[in-house]
């Protein structure tokens, strides 16, 4: 089976900017999450999509946005970009008969000047 | 609220020292516990889940313990490929969907 994969795996934006990242779910699983990783920290959740529809949504605002596709593929979506915004974002995926065990993928960085 | 707090920081070792990382944790309902380990730049790797207080579960060199307030990722006679960060995470009963709540992690460093 393919694991979690997410393009591009890296990016540079400019402050004010839009962005969307990417992320194939491994085969078998129908739960997207996304988690932003700042510099030395744990990654933090921003939200999660479980079949094409938002399920749970952690403490970032409304510009952060996503969408899951019938594939089980997912984007994220990041208007009006700040400083701060530079991370690694991460995608999760998980199965619905492993249902707490996240796999997740090699991450995109994204560099906001 | 919600927290996981992970010690030490930073840890280094001699090849073949064993040593503790440990993962404190609050939660109002426990689901799970899970172990990750990250290399410099790539996304987190899945090592274990523990569900239960008294559970524990061994791969390799490591081996996780969970009790009601804390687990502990004991690593027997490392080597220097065991070097990297390593997360701890709880995931919450409430809520209704599988969010993850990270520690800030342990880079181990383990040196020939």
């Known amino acids: 089976e393919t694991g979690v994969t997410q393009s591009p795996t890296h990016l540079i934006k400019t402050r004010g900017q839009q962005v969307t990242l990417r992320c194939s779910s491994q085969?078998?699983?129908?739960?997207v999450s996304w988690y932003q990783q700042a510099l030395g920290q744990g990654p933090q959740f921003i939200f999660q999509?479980?079949?094409?529809?938002?399920?749970g949504r952690g403490n970032f605002p409304p510009r952060f946005s996503g969408l899951q596709f019938p594939n089980y593929s997912s984007e994220l979506n990041v208007n009006a970009l700040e400083l701060d915004d530079s991370a690694l974002y991460l995608c999760a995926s998980s199965s619905p008969d492993r249902e707490s065990e996240a796999f997740f993928g090699q991450g995109t960085r994204l560099t906001v000047v | 609220e919600d927290q996981v707090t992970q010690s030490p920081e930073a840890l280094r070792l001699q090849e073949g020292e064993s040593s503790s990382l440990n993962c404190s944790y609050t939660?109002?309902?426990?689901?799970?516990l899970f172990w990750y380990r990250q290399d410099p730049g790539k996304g987190p790797e899945f090592l274990f889940t523990?569900?239960?207080a008294g559970e524990e579960k061994e791969k390799e060199r490591l081996k996780a313990t969970l009790t009601k307030k804390e687990s502990f990722l004991h690593i027997t006679a490392p080597k220097p490929e065991d070097s990297a960060t390593y997360l701890c995470a709880v995931q919450p009963l409430s809520g209704g969907y599988n969010k993850l709540i990270f520690g800030a992690g342990t880079r181990l460093a383990v040196h020939p």
């Open positions: 085969s078998g699983h129908n739960t």
């Open positions: 999509y479980y079949r094409e529809e938002e399920n």
């Open positions: 939660v109002s309902g426990l689901r799970g």
């Open positions: 523990l569900y239960s």
